[in-house]
């Protein structure tokens, strides 16, 4: 079975500074996709970001960037330029690439609460 | 275009008794999948419906049973509430295996 760790219960960055949220995994499978969720006081899981494991370029959204070390099994948020409305929880998910029924589950980690300093 | 639109926002129960969740999914997905969320953890995955089928669970007991409709909507039940039911209880809808998901803004479930 697949596990997703997030080792930084809380996370707390200055307005206009980076951070950079930490995530494990743990699979068998060399075919599968990660996903960063934000799930803000509004309960709506939103998707951040999201990379194919068999794409070597890290992924790549606006002010949102992965760092993706596949041998590791690392899977790194960052968040440049912090606004207040980045604020929220982080989850981090993975999901197998294998067609099929039984294959479509997102397993989730635990998540970081990110604070954003004015 | 309407997102994934979850009913009741709120609810609460008393132990034993019996809850019904209900789930709109996007416009145009097909796919429906319920997870649950308590406090201060990641959603867990119950189960996912397609063609009005159940294809997948996660480990969650038999009190926890689900429905597709025709239209795509879902419905989660849950028997025999106990204490540890409580928490935010998402959806999600997806078109095809490979598309990405929509989430709705979940069902907080307060048993008593």
């Known amino acids: 079975a697949q596990t997703v760790t997030q080792s930084q219960p809380e996370m707390s960055v200055q307005e206009a500074e980076t951070v950079t949220l930490s995530c494990t995994y743990d699979t068998s499978e060399s075919d599968y996709y990660l996903f960063w969720y934000k799930q803000p006081p509004s309960r709506q899981m939103i998707l951040v970001i999201r990379?194919?494991?068999?794409?070597?370029q890290n992924a790549t959204e606006n002010r949102f960037s992965v760092n993706f070390q596949k041998a590791a099994k690392s899977f790194s948020l960052k968040i440049s330029d912090s606004q207040l409305g980045d604020a929220a929880m982080y989850f981090c998910?993975?999901?197998?690439?294998?067609?099929?029924?039984?294959?479509?589950?997102?397993?989730f980690g635990t998540g970081t609460r990110l604070t954003i300093i004015p | 275009d309407a997102g994934v639109t979850q009913s009741p926002t709120h609810l609460i129960k008393t132990r034993g008794q019996q809850v019904t969740l209900r789930c709109s999914p996007k416009s145009g997905h097909d796919t429906v999948s319920w997870y649950q969320q308590a406090l201060g953890q990641g959603p867990q995955f119950i189960f996912q419906y397609y063609e009005e089928e159940e294809r997948q669970r996660g480990n969650f007991p038999d009190r926890f049973s689900g429905h597709q409709f025709p239209n795509y909507s879902s419905e989660l039940n849950v028997n025999a509430l106990l204490l540890g039911d409580s928490a935010l209880y998402l959806c999600?809808?997806?078109?095809?295996?490979?598309?990405?998901?929509?989430f709705g803004s979940g069902t907080r479930l307060t048993v008593v």
């Open positions: 999600a809808s997806s078109l095809t295996a490979l598309s990405g998901y929509t």
């Open positions: 990379q194919e494991a068999y794409k070597q």
């Open positions: 998910a993975y999901r197998s690439a294998r067609r099929g029924f039984g294959n479509e589950k997102l397993t």
